[in-house]
Protein backbone atom coordinates (compact mmCIF):
# COMPACT_ATOMS: atom_id res chain seq x y z
CA UNK A 1 0.00 0.00 0.00
CA UNK A 2 1.42 3.44 -0.83
CA UNK A 3 1.99 5.75 1.95
CA UNK A 4 0.95 9.30 2.36
CA UNK A 5 2.85 12.07 2.04
CA UNK A 6 2.47 13.03 5.58
CA UNK A 7 3.89 9.21 6.44
CA UNK A 8 6.79 9.69 4.47
CA UNK A 9 7.55 12.69 6.08
CA UNK A 10 6.15 11.71 9.61
CA UNK A 11 8.96 9.00 9.90
CA UNK A 12 11.74 11.87 8.96
CA UNK A 13 10.94 14.46 10.93
CA UNK A 14 8.15 14.29 13.84
CA UNK A 15 5.90 17.19 12.04
CA UNK A 16 3.37 17.08 15.18
CA UNK A 17 5.90 17.84 17.42
CA UNK A 18 7.59 21.03 15.56
CA UNK A 19 3.68 21.87 14.95
CA UNK A 20 3.20 22.18 18.81
CA UNK A 21 6.87 24.02 19.02
CA UNK A 22 5.34 26.44 16.88
CA UNK A 23 2.41 26.72 18.56
CA UNK A 24 4.12 27.21 21.80
CA UNK A 25 6.35 30.03 20.88
CA UNK A 26 3.94 31.51 18.67
CA UNK A 27 1.90 32.04 21.96
CA UNK A 28 4.58 33.41 23.96
CA UNK A 29 5.67 37.12 24.52
CA UNK A 30 7.94 37.68 21.60
CA UNK A 31 7.81 42.10 21.57
CA UNK A 32 8.11 44.26 24.32
CA UNK A 33 8.46 48.34 24.32
CA UNK A 34 10.77 50.36 25.91
CA UNK A 35 8.22 50.93 28.36
CA UNK A 36 8.37 47.31 29.39
CA UNK A 37 4.70 47.05 27.83
CA UNK A 38 5.12 42.83 26.33
CA UNK A 39 2.97 41.16 23.66
CA UNK A 40 2.72 38.10 22.15
CA UNK A 41 1.96 38.50 18.61
CA UNK A 42 -1.73 38.02 18.59
CA UNK A 43 -1.92 40.60 21.12
CA UNK A 44 0.20 43.46 19.14
CA UNK A 45 -1.96 42.64 15.93
CA UNK A 46 -4.90 42.71 17.85
CA UNK A 47 -4.07 45.79 19.65
CA UNK A 48 -2.68 48.22 16.66
CA UNK A 49 -3.30 46.72 13.20
CA UNK A 50 -5.67 44.33 13.00
CA UNK A 51 -9.02 47.00 12.57
CA UNK A 52 -7.00 48.41 9.62
CA UNK A 53 -6.07 45.27 7.88
CA UNK A 54 -6.49 44.54 3.98
CA UNK A 55 -7.57 40.95 4.90
CA UNK A 56 -9.51 41.06 8.26
CA UNK A 57 -13.03 40.41 5.73
CA UNK A 58 -14.89 41.88 8.02
CA UNK A 59 -13.84 39.94 11.37
CA UNK A 60 -13.64 42.18 13.99
CA UNK A 61 -10.91 40.53 15.85
CA UNK A 62 -8.29 37.33 15.71
CA UNK A 63 -10.68 35.50 17.92
CA UNK A 64 -13.05 35.97 15.51
CA UNK A 65 -10.78 35.22 12.36
CA UNK A 66 -9.41 31.67 13.70
CA UNK A 67 -13.27 31.03 14.30
CA UNK A 68 -14.01 31.82 10.73
CA UNK A 69 -11.11 29.46 9.83
CA UNK A 70 -11.72 26.63 11.90
CA UNK A 71 -7.63 27.24 13.38
CA UNK A 72 -8.69 25.51 16.57
CA UNK A 73 -10.11 22.61 14.96
CA UNK A 74 -7.46 22.19 12.82
CA UNK A 75 -5.62 19.01 14.73
CA UNK A 76 -8.34 17.12 16.41
CA UNK A 77 -7.35 14.55 14.26
CA UNK A 78 -5.09 11.57 15.56
CA UNK A 79 -3.48 12.12 12.15
CA UNK A 80 -3.61 15.81 10.77
CA UNK A 81 -3.35 16.53 6.96
CA UNK A 82 -0.82 18.58 5.62
CA UNK A 83 -3.02 21.24 4.54
CA UNK A 84 -4.16 21.70 7.85
CA UNK A 85 -0.60 21.83 8.79
CA UNK A 86 -0.16 24.72 5.96
CA UNK A 87 -3.48 26.46 7.15
CA UNK A 88 -2.32 26.88 10.77
CA UNK A 89 1.35 27.34 9.92
CA UNK A 90 0.17 30.44 6.86
CA UNK A 91 -2.00 32.26 10.12
CA UNK A 92 1.25 32.17 12.43
CA UNK A 93 3.23 34.17 9.15
CA UNK A 94 0.57 36.38 8.15
CA UNK A 95 0.16 37.36 12.02
CA UNK A 96 3.77 37.84 12.27
CA UNK A 97 4.22 39.58 9.09
CA UNK A 98 1.94 42.20 10.24
CA UNK A 99 3.97 42.58 13.97
CA UNK A 100 7.40 42.75 11.48
CA UNK A 101 6.16 45.47 9.62
CA UNK A 102 4.73 47.68 12.80
CA UNK A 103 8.07 46.66 14.81
CA UNK A 104 10.18 47.79 11.56
CA UNK A 105 8.12 51.12 11.82
CA UNK A 106 8.16 51.27 15.33
CA UNK A 107 12.20 51.72 16.73
CA UNK A 108 10.94 51.58 20.33
CA UNK A 109 9.78 48.36 19.77
CA UNK A 110 11.92 44.95 20.02
CA UNK A 111 11.91 41.36 20.01
CA UNK A 112 13.09 38.91 22.63
CA UNK A 113 14.88 35.90 21.68
CA UNK A 114 12.29 33.53 21.17
CA UNK A 115 10.88 35.17 18.14
CA UNK A 116 14.26 34.21 16.26
CA UNK A 117 13.89 30.53 17.64
CA UNK A 118 9.80 30.56 16.19
CA UNK A 119 11.02 32.16 13.21
CA UNK A 120 14.23 29.49 12.32
CA UNK A 121 11.49 26.49 13.49
CA UNK A 122 9.41 27.81 11.08
CA UNK A 123 11.73 28.05 8.08
CA UNK A 124 12.83 24.57 9.16
CA UNK A 125 9.47 23.52 9.28
CA UNK A 126 8.55 24.84 5.74
CA UNK A 127 11.79 23.15 3.76
CA UNK A 128 10.78 19.98 5.43
CA UNK A 129 7.32 20.20 3.61
CA UNK A 130 8.84 21.40 1.11
CA UNK A 131 6.82 24.72 0.97
CA UNK A 132 7.71 28.29 0.76
CA UNK A 133 6.75 31.94 2.16
CA UNK A 134 5.20 34.25 -0.82
CA UNK A 135 4.92 37.74 0.24
CA UNK A 136 2.09 39.86 -1.02
CA UNK A 137 3.11 43.31 0.03
CA UNK A 138 0.34 45.37 -1.62
CA UNK A 139 -2.34 42.91 -0.19
CA UNK A 140 -0.83 42.56 2.85
CA UNK A 141 -0.68 38.97 3.10
CA UNK A 142 1.66 36.01 3.18
CA UNK A 143 0.95 32.50 1.15
CA UNK A 144 2.56 29.16 2.00
CA UNK A 145 3.10 27.39 -1.46
CA UNK A 146 4.58 24.19 -2.65
CA UNK A 147 8.35 25.06 -3.35
CA UNK A 148 8.36 24.50 -7.29
CA UNK A 149 11.66 25.81 -8.84
CA UNK A 150 9.74 26.93 -12.20
CA UNK A 151 7.25 28.59 -10.55
CA UNK A 152 10.03 30.65 -8.88
CA UNK A 153 11.41 31.41 -12.24
CA UNK A 154 9.02 31.98 -14.21
CA UNK A 155 7.02 34.52 -11.33
CA UNK A 156 10.08 36.49 -11.50
CA UNK A 157 9.61 37.08 -15.81
CA UNK A 158 6.23 37.51 -16.26
CA UNK A 159 4.03 40.57 -15.62
CA UNK A 160 3.42 41.05 -11.73
CA UNK A 161 -0.18 40.97 -12.14
CA UNK A 162 0.19 37.55 -13.73
CA UNK A 163 3.37 36.14 -11.07
CA UNK A 164 0.90 36.48 -7.93
CA UNK A 165 -1.30 33.95 -10.05
CA UNK A 166 1.19 31.67 -10.94
CA UNK A 167 2.20 31.46 -7.77
CA UNK A 168 -1.86 31.23 -6.00
CA UNK A 169 -2.59 28.33 -8.40
CA UNK A 170 0.04 25.96 -6.49
CA UNK A 171 -2.08 26.98 -3.09
CA UNK A 172 -3.65 24.69 -0.97
CA UNK A 173 -6.91 26.39 -1.06
CA UNK A 174 -6.99 25.79 -4.99
CA UNK A 175 -7.43 22.40 -4.81
CA UNK A 176 -10.69 21.36 -6.19
CA UNK A 177 -11.25 24.71 -7.35
CA UNK A 178 -11.51 24.11 -10.78
CA UNK A 179 -12.97 27.67 -11.61
CA UNK A 180 -10.27 29.81 -10.31
CA UNK A 181 -7.62 27.24 -11.68
CA UNK A 182 -9.33 27.54 -14.97
CA UNK A 183 -9.21 31.34 -14.53
CA UNK A 184 -5.65 31.28 -13.98
CA UNK A 185 -4.71 29.13 -16.69
CA UNK A 186 -6.72 31.56 -19.30
CA UNK A 187 -4.40 33.99 -17.93
CA UNK A 188 -1.41 32.70 -18.65
CA UNK A 189 -2.46 31.52 -22.22
CA UNK A 190 -3.23 35.09 -22.81
CA UNK A 191 0.15 36.13 -22.29
CA UNK A 192 1.58 33.05 -24.25
CA UNK A 193 -0.34 33.94 -27.16
CA UNK A 194 1.49 36.92 -28.40
CA UNK A 195 4.73 34.43 -27.89
CA UNK A 196 3.31 31.65 -29.90
CA UNK A 197 5.06 31.93 -33.09
CA UNK A 198 8.57 32.10 -31.19
CA UNK A 199 7.50 29.01 -29.00
CA UNK A 200 6.62 27.10 -31.85
CA UNK A 201 10.08 27.72 -33.47
CA UNK A 202 11.25 26.53 -30.48
CA UNK A 203 9.50 23.47 -29.69
CA UNK A 204 6.29 22.94 -32.31
CA UNK A 205 4.70 19.83 -30.09
CA UNK A 206 4.80 22.06 -27.40
CA UNK A 207 3.20 25.03 -28.59
CA UNK A 208 0.52 22.77 -29.96
CA UNK A 209 -0.16 20.98 -26.90
CA UNK A 210 -0.77 23.90 -24.99
CA UNK A 211 -3.24 25.67 -27.32
CA UNK A 212 -4.94 22.11 -28.29
CA UNK A 213 -5.92 21.76 -24.96
CA UNK A 214 -6.82 25.53 -23.76
CA UNK A 215 -9.00 25.04 -26.91
CA UNK A 216 -10.45 21.72 -25.87
CA UNK A 217 -10.34 21.15 -22.32
CA UNK A 218 -13.18 23.94 -21.13
CA UNK A 219 -11.22 26.41 -20.82
CA UNK A 220 -10.92 28.80 -23.62
CA UNK A 221 -14.28 27.52 -24.93
CA UNK A 222 -17.66 25.64 -23.35
CA UNK A 223 -16.99 22.12 -24.28
CA UNK A 224 -19.82 20.74 -22.04
CA UNK A 225 -22.43 22.49 -24.02
CA UNK A 226 -23.97 20.12 -26.03
CA UNK A 227 -25.96 22.60 -28.10
CA UNK A 228 -22.43 24.66 -28.56
CA UNK A 229 -20.10 23.90 -31.72
CA UNK A 230 -17.78 23.19 -29.44
CA UNK A 231 -18.97 20.62 -27.71
CA UNK A 232 -16.68 17.64 -26.62
CA UNK A 233 -18.29 14.56 -25.18
CA UNK A 234 -15.22 13.16 -23.78
CA UNK A 235 -15.09 16.18 -21.91
CA UNK A 236 -18.72 16.54 -20.96
CA UNK A 237 -18.67 12.97 -19.40
CA UNK A 238 -15.27 13.89 -17.49
CA UNK A 239 -15.33 13.73 -14.04
CA UNK A 240 -14.47 16.60 -12.56
CA UNK A 241 -11.37 15.52 -10.37
CA UNK A 242 -9.88 14.33 -13.75
CA UNK A 243 -10.40 17.22 -14.95
CA UNK A 244 -8.47 19.34 -12.21
CA UNK A 245 -5.49 16.75 -12.91
CA UNK A 246 -5.60 17.46 -17.14
CA UNK A 247 -5.46 21.67 -15.84
CA UNK A 248 -2.35 21.30 -13.21
CA UNK A 249 -0.76 19.44 -16.53
CA UNK A 250 -1.64 22.42 -18.48
CA UNK A 251 -0.42 24.81 -15.65
CA UNK A 252 2.89 22.35 -15.84
CA UNK A 253 3.21 22.85 -19.91
CA UNK A 254 2.45 26.63 -19.72
CA UNK A 255 5.71 26.87 -17.13
CA UNK A 256 7.66 25.30 -19.21
CA UNK A 257 7.00 27.25 -22.29
CA UNK A 258 7.47 30.44 -20.31
CA UNK A 259 11.34 28.73 -19.25
CA UNK A 260 11.72 27.20 -22.53
CA UNK A 261 11.24 31.24 -24.65
CA UNK A 262 13.04 33.10 -21.43
CA UNK A 263 16.02 30.81 -21.78
CA UNK A 264 16.37 31.65 -25.44
CA UNK A 265 17.60 35.30 -24.30
CA UNK A 266 19.66 33.16 -21.75
CA UNK A 267 21.75 31.27 -24.20
CA UNK A 268 22.25 34.44 -26.06
CA UNK A 269 24.00 35.87 -22.71
CA UNK A 270 26.06 33.22 -22.81
CA UNK A 271 26.96 33.07 -26.63
CA UNK A 272 27.97 36.75 -26.22
CA UNK A 273 29.98 35.83 -23.04
CA UNK A 274 32.26 32.81 -25.48
CA UNK A 275 33.09 35.71 -28.06
CA UNK A 276 34.27 37.98 -25.24
CA UNK A 277 36.05 35.66 -23.56
CA UNK A 278 37.30 34.40 -26.80
CA UNK A 279 38.85 37.63 -27.93
Known amino acids: MRKSNFQILQEHFDL ?15 FYKDDSTEWSPEELVDQYLFYNWKQRNRCIDLADMKEVLCIDDLFEDDEPSIDNLVKYLEYVVNILYLAESYMK ?10 YIVLRENLN ?5 IN ?4 LCKNDEKALIVPKNEAVTAVADIVKPE ?10 YLLKGDIETKKSILLDLGENLEPKRKELKELDKTLESNIFYL ?6 RHNNKDKSGKNYKEFV ?14 I ?4 LLAFLLIKNVERNKKIEDLKIKMGK
Do not use: C, G, S
Not at 131 to 134: L, M, Q, S, V, Y
Not at 236 to 249: A, P, S
Open 236 to 249: YEMELNQLEEWYDE
Open 16 to 30: RKERKRIEKLFKDIL
Open 131 to 134: HEIH
Open 214 to 219: LNNMNI
Open 124 to 128: TLLDN
Open 251 to 254: YQLQ
Open 162 to 171: IALKVIKYNH
Open 105 to 114: NNDKINYYKN
